[in-house]
């Protein structure tokens, strides 16, 4: 049985959410990305211990340590994702040095499903028997292996891999730009989604037709520095919050979006999938 309509648009759901429903940023695991020759696009990355706690680890070290600061983005493929790192990676004289980060790491694709507090969506899914939220996170998963795992939903943000499952270690990360490439999960290591700033990897342009890597006459975007925000003056942190999906707020929000009230819609879905279930932020209230 479908659950009853609230009676509220979207954005009165939010509008009415108590204060206690939203959660600060977590320094600890939160990433700022500026990106252009003078910085001033934003780009805020949510990590996922919980998922990959070695590499987040790991970025957490990279970023820390200027990992990224003055590298570039390597890949923009249309429909898919956009991706960023060290273009010499595969020439070690020219290649960044790493630092105190890990060369190497295990592939961490999933992690076990009992004990996860997963906010389940009762909605139907394609891709796993079961879907919902976890720390804000789309998860997804299935009791007969007893496994969880991050979902290729928009904005998620991966880190690339060669053939080998445990050949990624962080330094190469992407953002999905398109429609869900829900084939990836269980394929690749997701570390964390993109809180805010998609706008500035999404409309970049198009690379060649080497699956949208640049080829050495296309102009890169350069990545002026990646900080976690605990390296950040409170001062000059974001003065951001999230909506927590264990909260009443979310199965509300969920409903006014699966049974539309606002004077625009005709037709309501009743229906809502994972990757479009998607977690709003506002500014901090004072």
Not at 105 to 121: H, M, N, Q, T
Not at 140 to 156: E, N, R, S
Not at 204 to 233: C, H, K, N
Request: aromatic letters at 6%; a neutral charge.
């Amino acid at each position: 049985m479908a659950a009853p309509s609230t009676g509220l648009t979207v954005a009165q759901v939010l509008e009415r959410s108590p204060a206690g429903d939203w959660r600060p940023l977590d320094p600890q695991n939160t990433l700022l990305m500026d990106l252009g020759s003078d910085g001033s696009r934003q780009v805020i990355i949510e990590l996922a211990p919980r998922f990959a706690p070695r590499h987040v680890a790991n970025i957490r070290t990279l970023a820390h340590e200027g990992y990224w600061d003055g590298l570039a983005i390597m890949r923009v493929q249309d429909n898919y994702v956009t991706q960023w790192g060290d273009p010499n990676t595969e020439v070690p004289e020219k290649a960044k040095p790493l630092g105190k980060a890990s060369p190497k790491l295990p592939a961490e694709f999933s992690v076990p499903l009992k004990g996860l507090p997963l906010v389940r969506l009762p909605d139907a899914d394609g891709w796993a028997p079961i879907t919902g939220f976890v720390d804000g996170m789309p998860v997804a998963a299935d009791p007969k292996t007893g496994q969880a795992w991050l979902a290729h939903c928009y904005g998620i943000v991966g880190a690339g891999r060669d053939m080998a499952k445990d050949s990624s270690n962080g330094t190469e990360l992407y953002a999905v730009i398109g429609q869900s490439p829900r084939g990836l999960d269980l394929n690749i290591t997701v570390v964390g989604r993109v809180l805010q700033g998609m706008q500035h990897l999404a409309a970049l342009p198009r690379g060649g037709a080497d699956m949208g890597f640049y080829g050495p006459s296309e102009p890169r975007t350069p990545i002026q520095r990646v900080r976690l925000l605990a390296d950040v003056p409170e001062t000059e942190r974001p003065a951001l919050e999230v909506l927590r999906t264990d909260s009443t707020t979310w199965p509300a929000l969920l409903q006014a979006r699966r049974v539309r009230k606002e004077e625009w819609f005709l037709h309501s879905p009743q229906h809502i999938n994972l990757c479009n279930a998607t977690v709003p932020t506002r500014p901090r209230m004072k």
